[in-house]
């Protein structure tokens, strides 16, 4: 059960079926992960200690030769699309992104990235996949594996020891409510650890979700956030994933910039009739 849902904005958006398996290394994996990177990096430019908090952390990495993936072929038009093209502005991810077979999901992403100064923890709620990240971290001291609700988390692990946070939300989209649960809990976290920085994911199917919650996220009082948002076709049929985007509460010096320039890069790739992508402003500091 998650945590929050009574002091709920009202619902936007519909429900997905997602289980990650079947989806990794595709269009959306491309487009948060390479925000993720650039983010991350910004971060440890300070030469603090940092905890990288991942709150749906899946599997952690993927086989993309696996049946599930084989079964959707969508790495076929996202990552493997993205190697073959490789835009010179994507270079430290795609450096990061691995062999051909095989797909970093953003734990496997933050672990690369990791100083022997940071940690890293990872929540994940479906227990098989939070039973295959504890075997997969089991013997990494700096990486700390939750089988909880990641919502819940926000609650429980911030303010961290370190001070200083960077935290990915990144839901499966599966409850109705998702959008209004999301904006919520950035309300919540950043009341806990004003000074942390938070980043979700959100699909984008239609524009009016997305509207809607960016409004929420006014009403809630969540300062400083930035909305990253690609759609690589018109988000004209609300029951296709046409893009996606990522909000960032306190973002890095210059990560704005950045965006724009990785966003740039992979609507070179990707972007088909009516895409469209932006960085834009969504609350003040």
């Known amino acids: 059960m998650r945590v929050w849902r009574k002091r709920r904005v009202r619902r936007m958006g519909g429900a997905m079926n997602y289980r990650?398996?079947?989806h990794a290394g595709n269009q959306a994996d491309c487009v948060k992960h390479a925000l993720f990177v650039a983010l991350l990096r910004g971060m440890q430019r300070k030469p603090k200690p940092l905890m990288v908090l991942d709150t749906h952390a899946g599997l952690g990495a993927y086989d993309l030769q696996s049946p599930a993936s084989q079964r959707t072929l969508e790495a076929q038009s996202g990552i493997v699309r993205l190697r073959a093209a490789a835009p010179p502005a994507l270079a430290d991810y795609l450096g990061l992104a691995g062999a051909a077979d095989a797909y970093p999901g953003s734990p496997a992403l933050a672990r690369?990235?990791?100083r022997a100064e940071d940690r890293l923890v990872l929540c994940e709620l479906h227990t098989?996949?939070?039973a295959a990240l504890r075997r997969r971290y089991r013997?990494?001291?700096s990486v700390h594996v939750h089988i909880r609700d990641g919502y819940a988390a926000l609650k429980a692990l911030l303010p961290p020891p370190e001070r200083r946070a960077l935290v990915l939300i990144d839901p499966p989209f599966e409850q109705q409510d998702e959008f209004s649960t999301l904006a919520t809990g950035l309300a919540l976290a950043q009341a806990r650890f004003r000074a942390g920085v938070y980043t979700a994911?959100?699909?984008l199917k239609s524009r009016a979700p997305v509207r809607d919650f960016h409004a929420a996220l006014q009403v809630l009082g969540v300062l400083d956030v930035i909305d990253c948002t690609f759609a690589w076709r018109a988000p004209l049929d609300a029951m296709r994933l046409n893009g996606c985007g990522l909000v960032v509460v306190n973002p890095p010096y210059q990560f704005a910039a950045e965006?724009?320039?990785i966003l740039?890069?992979?609507a070179s790739v990707f972007a088909e009739e009516g895409a469209f992508?932006?960085?834009t402003r969504v609350t003040d500091e």
Request: hydrophobic share 45%.
């Open 20 to 22: 990650h398996q079947f």
């Open 112 to 114: 690369a990235l990791l």
């Open 128 to 130: 098989e996949d939070g």
């Open 139 to 141: 013997d990494d001291p």
């Open 201 to 203: 994911w959100y699909p």
């Open 259 to 261: 965006a724009e320039t």
């Open 264 to 266: 740039a890069a992979l």
């Open 277 to 279: 992508w932006s960085v």
